[in-house]
């Protein structure tokens, strides 16, 4: 046996443990946070590099700029030409700075949906590679519409007739994340988190405190191991031991052989197939049933709603 399957083995025996274990305490999954958020982590160009190494980026929104926190553009990688776009948030200050952090603006999302109706054009498959706190929420950039690119980018991913898979390889937050991951399917490294808001920011408004983001995470519970639980991802890829900042190489080889796998068995299907598989996905999440009005102590406290309102009482 080769050391890469030997290697490759252990990265799966150790994630199969993880998502079959018991829930992650609160120490885990902040850990997880902080190794999502780690400086040396690989962002999209460094697996850009790696895996599409003839790749021509695209820039500007032809309305009003360009987003150094988007890249985009057209890749070959081993399985063919790709349309890759994601969340570049830099490496020191200067480039930080210039890509806003990764945080995108409206421009950012509107150059996405230029370069997917491009992919849409050329019958290319598109490849999103998520890692951002958020869209920027600056006064300027909601004067520029940035709630409703975020919504249109969405609306265009769903739509799109090609097959197409996101990839949180870092920090997945807010619906700056979600901007992007509207695909048929959703891949998260080992180390990554999706959640609908950071850490940071759901303290601040549950309790006007950012220093509880701990408390936060733990409710909330982001790790690519309970959004695989909960459905929202369909894959969570096994990083080299310690984390992917610890061997890009590994981690780069790690995930393409993943998204090869993935992106043959969407191409096996037709493009109505495709788009009907990715609405019923997203219907399925977050479904809910309605129950009768009960009275709401007897709700709090865990008794079941019929039992409730026939004078009954066994804890649910």
Known sequence: MSVAARRGGQFVRRLAHRLGGSPETGSAIWETIQL???????????????LFPDFEELHGDRLYGDDPAIVAGIGRGADGPMVVIGHQKGRDTTERTYRNFGMPGPEGYRKAMRVMALAEKMDLPVITLIDTPGAFPGSGAEERGQ?????????????????SIAVVIGEGSSGGALALGVTDRVMMLENSTYSVISPEGGAAILWRDAAKAKEAA??????????????????VVPEPAGGAHRDH????????????????????????????????????????????????????????????????????
Do not use: K
Not at 37 to 50: A, G, K, N, T, V
Not at 147 to 163: D, E, N, W
């Open 36 to 50: 999502a958020r780690h400086q040396d982590r690989p962002y999209p160009l460094d697996y850009i590099e790696r």
């Open 147 to 163: 709630g409703g690119a975020i919504a249109r980018s969405m609306q265009t991913m769903l739509r799109l007739r090609v097959p």
């Open 249 to 316: 190489d590994e981690a780069a080889r790690l995930l393409g052989g993943y998204v090869s796998r993935a992106m043959r068995e969407l191409q096996a299907l037709s493009p109505a197939d495709r788009r009907r598989q990715r609405r019923d996905r997203y219907r399925r999440i977050g479904a809910y049933r309605e129950v009768a009005v009960a009275d709401p102590t007897a709700m709090a406290s865990g008794v079941d709603p019929a039992s409730a309102s026939n004078g009954g009482g066994s804890a649910a």
């Open 218 to 235: 733990t409710a909330f519970q982001p790790t690519a191991a309970n959004c695989y639980r909960w459905g929202i991802a369909d894959v």
